[in-house]
């Protein structure tokens, strides 16, 4: 019964939660602020090139015997580097 209940206490919070985000984003004040939000995920994606981060962990993900051999033989050439 708990269950059931947070559930439908989930449903209800989630729908209103929409319906205020949908409203607030059509006044003034909720498009500035979106434009502030889009700007500085805009900064983050630019500093931190998580572009790039990404197509990493995709292609790791994909190809992960190839990576681990990658990671040991930089790992061997900093040895090297350090003797």
Known sequence: MLILIKLVQACVFATFGKIYA????KTKAGR????????????????YDIEMA??????????????????????SLEKIKKI
């Open 22 to 25: 949908s409203w607030f984003m």
């Open 32 to 47: 500035w602020l979106q434009g502030k939000i889009d700007k500085f995920m805009f900064y983050l994606s630019t500093k």
């Open 54 to 75: 990404k197509k990493e962990a995709k292609w790791v993900r994909d190809y992960p015997e190839l990576a681990k051999r990658i990671v040991s033989l930089e790992e």
